[in-house]
């Protein structure tokens, strides 16, 4: 017997809802949140602005005080080689017309006294040779003995007399290479105490030494001084000072400028050469 069965068709919303469901929902995430006075917050960035504004500003001042600082040392450096480039030049403009006078002859001394001048001698004439570059103006000279001599043995040392000196005026230049033979006046000249030395050298020669010292070779027989100042085309002053040494000749002691010279320093109206004196100063031909 056939039965009249038909099929159903199979429906998956009769097997959905006899199987339970089980939904799986996503656990949100843990969150922590910190809650703060909006007040606090600003009160701390204010506080940290203002300190670095202070220090911005600390540090600005400190940079422009060491810039000032370092433009002043700069501009002394500066100012300095500027005013020292300047005396250089102005030196060596001096420098190419320096005069410088040496003397040539050996003044008169006694026959029985070799190292003492000739006190009686009126006139001591003395050749002036200018070794330097420039004209030689303005001379003046003075021409001593020592402050003290040997005496006998047991007896005080001989002091010198200032008196017994010799003076010259020259009223003539000396060229460069020049040679000019000058006239010394005895006693030509009146000079105070404390105007009788010249850059510190007194007028008079050092004592003269002991004779053992002499024998022994310890000191130089040193037995006349001469001084000389004069002045160079820029109205600059020199000084020469020379000690004559017994047997040898003179003796350079010194070359200096000077602020004071002779002139300046001798108390009288009356230190000019006679026309005849001055009629003995001989120009020598000039090798140039």
Not at 87 to 101: G, H, I, T, Y
Request: one cysteine or more.
């Amino acid at each position: 017997m056939i039965s009249n069965y038909v099929p159903m068709p199979f429906v998956a919303s009769q097997v959905m809802h006899s199987v339970p469901l089980v939904a799986l929902t996503p656990t949100p995430p843990l969150s922590i949140s910190v809650t703060s006075s909006p007040d606090y917050v600003m009160d701390i960035l204010t506080a940290v602005y203002v300190a670095l504004t202070l220090i911005i500003a600390i540090v600005a001042i400190w940079s422009v005080r060491e810039g000032r600082n370092q433009s002043k040392a700069t501009l002394q450096t500066v100012n300095s080689q500027i005013e020292e480039s300047k005396k250089q030049a102005e030196q060596e403009r001096f420098d190419k017309v320096l005069p410088f006078l040496i003397p040539m002859d050996a003044p008169v001394f006694q026959g029985s006294h070799r190292n003492w001048l000739k006190w009686e001698e009126p006139i001591q004439d003395i050749t002036f040779n200018n070794m330097g570059v420039g004209i030689a103006l303005n001379i003046a000279s003075v021409l001593l003995g020592c402050k003290s001599y040997n005496n006998d043995p047991g007896k005080p040392r001989i002091p010198g007399v200032f008196d017994e000196h010799w003076t010259l005026w020259l009223n003539a230049p000396i060229p460069p290479s020049g040679k000019v033979k000058c006239a010394y006046k005895v006693n030509n000249g009146l000079f105070r105490e404390e105007n009788r030395q010249v850059a510190g050298y007194l007028f008079f020669a050092p004592q003269e030494p002991e004779p053992d010292d002499l024998n022994h070779g310890v000191f130089l027989h040193i037995t006349a001084r001469l001084i000389i100042t004069y002045q160079d085309i820029f109205s600059r002053k020199y000084a020469s000072i020379y000690d004559y040494v017994n047997n040898i000749g003179w003796l350079l002691v010194k070359f200096t400028p000077i602020e004071k010279d002779l002139y300046a320093l001798e108390g009288s109206n009356s230190k000019r050469n006679t026309v005849e004196e001055s009629l003995r100063v001989t120009y020598f031909p000039s090798p140039w």
